[in-house]
């Protein structure tokens, strides 16, 4: 799903077993959290087992912001309604996606270059995506 529309399984899965599906809300969360958790640490498992180094740094601060969202969340959850959370949550995506396409217009002109272009100044393309890099 994910290389098919760059979002997770759970994008359609929820809806549908909502839809389909006897299960409570919290059930359908809990059970598209934990198919999150399972592929994520197989993910790093692979990844660490072919030797790649675990960026700890990373790690932490992603951890202790999750941490952070989850606690704060829980606690504001009660008092809001579901209508205002949905739409908090739209709030959020619209904001992601308008990012994403700021950085995507910012990078767009070192995309267009061509290659003997971006050599003459001082690029190389990557052997492994071929997107351009800054030599250093």
Not at 83 to 98: D, E, P, T
Not at 101 to 125: F, N, S
């Amino acid at each position: 799903m994910t290389g098919l529309l760059g979002v997770g399984g759970g994008f359609i899965i929820v809806p549908l077993m909502r839809k389909l599906t006897d299960v409570s809300m919290h059930g359908i969360v809990a059970t598209s959290l934990m198919v999150i958790a399972l592929v994520g640490g197989g993910g790093v498992l692979a990844t660490a087992m072919h030797g790649t180094a675990f960026p700890f740094d990373v790690v932490l601060w992603f951890s202790t912001a999750t941490a952070a969202g989850m606690l704060g969340g829980r606690r504001v959850s009660h008092r809001l309604a579901a209508q205002h959370v949905q739409s908090g949550f739209a709030a959020i995506l619209v904001c992601v996606a308008l990012a994403g396409m700021v950085v995507e217009h910012a990078i767009a002109p070192v995309r267009r270059k061509t290659p003997r272009t971006l050599l003459a100044h001082g690029w190389r393309t990557s052997s492994t995506d071929h997107r351009p890099c800054r030599l250093q």
